[in-house]
């Protein structure tokens, strides 16, 4: 029996992970939930799963979280979900959105055995931190995002220095096709419609700006200790392809599966074996065709902003992280247009001075004066 923690429970990928634990009621306990304000998700998912400690960030939650979950340890605020990621599991499920997830993941490497890391935030912002903490700790990272998971699950480790480059696919978002004088009319509502893959309101911003790439291009980068000239990006609409390995005698390995994130999720959690889910078996003839192309930088500047930073510092990427947070938020709330994402965030790069980052608090420290400054 794996004990489990989830932070970011009540979320697309948190869902996921229950939805895959609760089929499996022999192999896993989920101990440990945390949410952020929806109380009545959690709630849901703690009475379902009789989770014994409970967070919530919302503070406001605290006393309705405790009378609603009778005899369940309740923690909340910033404290709190960090309380909960110091208590003892043998994995954690690392799928808070954004920046938030940062501290949270760093703590919980001296408190499980296994960290399923989804929060691609916190590894492009603290990767050196957290990669030094996790081994310092004696603590197994396995990654989730679909595309290093499928890395993960080809990577050659013993045949490294026969390694040319990787490659990880990237959809293309539901404006692939849109021709540039056309993207100032993008809306929320439309770019909040991926073609492919359901998830939680900034992974769908991100993929619509190919930032989701750029982020991956770094997480990539930086958990398969790969120079930024070994990783290439490719678009390929059908999402099918999630990753390749090219090695000098020319050949390729590729993972391949439909996109549904219960695969790398159940991948993770049940490592090293591999368990059932209900993920359907991948029929390559009713698909027909497979397709790539290159991304156009063009269109969709966020990708080269984000190739660029990887060749610069680690505070280029805690600014670039924080910078498209908050272009995200002001977009959906209506403050700015999509076409002005980029901007932000190269601006917010522009007016970086030089700044040493060697803890996890300086991590923090960097991102928050980002926000302050927006
Ligand atoms: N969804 C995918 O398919 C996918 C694929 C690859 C990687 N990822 C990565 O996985 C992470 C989660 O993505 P998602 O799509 O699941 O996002 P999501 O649906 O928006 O869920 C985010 C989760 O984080 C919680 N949260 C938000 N702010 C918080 C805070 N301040 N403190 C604690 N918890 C907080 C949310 O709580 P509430 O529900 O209460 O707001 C929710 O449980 C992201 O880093 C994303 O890049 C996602």
Redesign the pocket.
């Known amino acids: 029996m794996r004990t489990i923690a989830i932070?970011?429970?009540?979320?697309?990928?948190?869902l996921n992970a229950i939805d895959i634990i609760q089929r499996h009621p022999d192999r896993f306990k989920a101990n440990v939930l945390?949410?952020?304000?929806?109380i009545t998700?959690?709630v849901e998912i703690a009475q379902q799963t009789s989770a014994e400690h409970v967070a919530?960030?919302?503070l406001a939650h605290y006393q309705d979280l405790k009378k609603f979950l009778p005899g369940v340890q309740i923690y909340a605020g910033?404290t709190g979900?960090l309380e909960a990621a110091c208590i003892d599991v043998d994995m954690c499920l690392a799928?808070?959105?954004?920046s938030?997830?940062i501290l949270?993941t760093y703590k919980a490497l001296a408190h499980c055995d296994y960290l399923a890391l989804?929060?691609?935030?916190s590894i492009v912002a603290a990767g050196e931190q957290i990669l030094a903490e996790a081994q310092s700790q004696n603590t197994k990272i396995l990654p989730?995002?679909?595309e290093h998971n499928g890395l993960y699950q080809i990577f050659e480790e013993s045949h490294r220095s026969a390694l040319t480059h990787v490659t990880i696919t990237a959809s293309g978002g539901p404006f692939r096709s849109l021709p540039k004088d056309q993207f100032h009319t993008i809306t929320k509502e439309r770019a909040l419609k991926h073609p492919n893959?359901?998830?939680?309101?900034?992974?769908t911003i991100?993929s619509a700006t190919l930032m989701?790439k750029g982020?991956e291009y770094i997480e990539a980068a930086l958990l398969f200790n790969l120079a930024p000239g070994q990783i290439k990006v490719v678009v390929h609409p059908q999402s099918i392809v999630h990753a390749l390995s090219s090695y000098h005698d020319g050949t390729t390995l590729a993972h391949l599966g439909l996109p549904d994130?219960r695969s790398p999720i159940s991948y993770a959690l049940a490592w090293p074996e591999r368990i059932k889910t209900p993920v359907a078996p991948l029929n390559l003839a009713t698909i027909g065709s497979l397709t790539f192309e290159e991304p156009d930088y063009e269109r969709f500047p966020c990708l080269r902003i984000a190739e660029n930073v990887m060749k610069s510092s680690q505070a280029a990427r805690i600014v670039m992280n924080a910078a498209d947070e908050i272009a995200f938020q002001k977009f959906m709330a209506n403050e700015i247009h999509f076409t002005d994402i980029p901007v932000i965030i190269q601006n917010q790069l522009d007016a970086l001075s030089s700044s040493p980052i060697n803890t996890i608090e300086d991590v923090i420290a960097l991102d928050q004066s980002c926000r302050q400054k927006a």
């Open positions: 932070h970011g429970a009540t979320g697309s990928i948190g945390t949410g952020g304000s929806n998700k959690l919530i960030a919302d910033t979900i799928a808070i959105t954004g938030a997830g949270p989804v929060n691609k935030e989730v995002d679909s893959w359901a998830m939680g309101p900034k992974n991100d989701n982020l994130m």
